[in-house]
C-alpha cells in the first residue's frame, strides 16, 4: 500500500496560520489529483480541497473557502495547503491523497497531522 506523508501541523491559536504538506516518495504527486481531508473528533472525514493535473480551478469546501489555499511545491514533490485566519472548528487531523476522492487503488490513509486551534 502506497501512503501519502502529511506533515506542518501543530497548535495555533484562532486566527493565525499553518502550511501543511504532503510528500511522497517513490512516485511523483504531480502526475495526480491531490486531495485534502481532514477529520474532526466525533465527525466524518471530509474533502476540503483538491488540486488537479488538467489544470482546473482548485476545490475548496464552503467551510474553507477564501481562507486556505492548495498548491504544488514543483521540484520538491509535494502538495501544500496554507491555512489562514484558523478557527477553532478547523481544529481536526488533516491528511492528503492521491485523488480528489479519497486514497486510490493500492493506497491507504497515512497518519495524517494534526492541527489544533486554541487560545
Known amino acids: 500500500q502506497v501512503q501519502l506523508v502529511e506533515s506542518g501541523g501543530g497548535l495555533v491559536q484562532p486566527g493565525g496560520s499553518l502550511k501543511l504538506t504532503c510528500a511522497a516518495s517513490?512516485?511523483?504527486?504531480?502526475?495526480?489529483?491531490i486531495g485534502w481531508f481532514r477529520q474532526a473528533p466525533g465527525k466524518e472525514r471530509e474533502g476540503i480541497s483538491c488540486?488537479?493535473?488538467?489544470?482546473?480551478?482548485?476545490y475548496y469546501a464552503d467551510s474553507v473557502k477564501g481562507r486556505f489555499t492548495i498548491s504544488r511545491g514543483g521540484s520538491e514533490n509535494s502538495v501544500h495547503l496554507e491555512m489562514n485566519f484558523l478557527k477553532p472548528e478547523d481544529t481536526a487531523v488533516y491528511y492528503c491523497?492521491?485523488?480528489?476522492?479519497?486514497?486510490?487503488?493500492?493506497?491507504?490513509w497515512g497518519q495524517g497531522t494534526q492541527v489544533t486551534v486554541s487560545s
Open positions: 491523497a492521491a485523488d480528489c476522492s479519497g486514497p486510490p487503488q493500492h493506497h491507504s
Open positions: 488540486i488537479s493535473t488538467r489544470g482546473r480551478a482548485p
Open positions: 517513490g512516485f511523483t504527486l504531480d502526475a495526480y489529483d
